[in-house]
């Protein structure tokens, strides 16, 4: 942009013009500078018209089309009778300045919302340890959209996946403990939930222990052995929230 207001500027002092005098040729100055990024959604020109750039660049590329001198030859052939009309009074250097004022105050909003929407923070209503996003980035959210999700982690879960052969005589209550044995940790806990029902793909049915406190010597996501206190056999789980 800088760059092309010194060029404009540049062109203009060599047949005694004033640039500042005249608004389109600065506005038509800002614009040139601008328009050859219109090929990409990532430039300020793109994102503000992303029905063309996102076309321009899946079409021609980035720095093809609109970075050659063919574009340059189009818009000032484009550009020539509308900078007569305006010599010649068609339309007032009063409007232009309005017009200009106006694009400047729709710009600064435009600044001022991306700027509000690079600070926006969300809060939760409780402490945790975010452990799944289910957001993506640029996604449109209605509200009461589940963003993340939370878990204590002081309080440890584990959950267990047990044939079905092995299941009488584990029940809900039922005292366990978790060894984890690359930590060398021992976490005493019990089973809160003991599930009738028999995947019928593994054979195997869903058993859930709690451990209180057990995130203070274990991360979530640590692999443990899980053993029964009737029943001294080890069974595989994954601590997890």
């Not at 009063?94 to 700027?115: D, K, Y």
Request: proline letters at 7%; charged letters at 15%; a neutral charge.
């Amino acid at each position: 942009m800088v760059f092309g207001v010194f060029s404009a500027a540049g062109l203009f002092s060599l047949f005694s013009l004033a640039l500042h005098k005249d608004w389109l040729a600065l506005g038509a100055a800002l614009l040139g500078s601008l328009l050859p990024d219109i090929d990409t959604p990532k430039s300020s020109l793109g994102r503000l018209l992303p029905f063309l750039s996102i076309p321009i660049e899946r079409r021609w590329g980035h720095r093809t089309l609109t970075h050659s001198l063919l574009l340059v030859a189009g818009l000032g052939l484009v550009c020539l009778p509308l900078y007569f009309l305006h010599r010649q009074g068609g339309f007032s250097t009063q409007a232009l300045e309005g017009l200009s004022l106006e694009w400047e105050e729709a710009r600064l909003h435009w600044l001022e919302a991306q700027t509000e929407l690079n600070h926006c923070v969300l809060t939760a209503p409780v402490n945790g340890m975010v452990v799944e996003c289910t957001l993506q980035k640029g996604a449109r959210i209605a509200a009461g959209t589940r963003a993340f999700r939370l878990i204590d982690p002081v309080d440890l879960k584990a959950v267990l996946f047990i044939p079905a052969d092995r299941m009488p005589g584990i029940r809900s209550g039922q005292a366990v403990t978790a060894q984890a044995e690359a930590l060398g940790v021992s976490l005493p806990g019990q089973l809160i939930r003991v599930s009738p029902l028999v995947d019928p793909t593994s054979g195997t049915c869903r058993v859930e222990a709690h451990f209180v406190g057990g995130g203070r010597l274990v991360r979530p996501g640590t692999l443990v052995q899980i053993h029964f206190s009737d029943n001294p056999s080890p069974a595989q789980g994954e601590g997890t929230p």
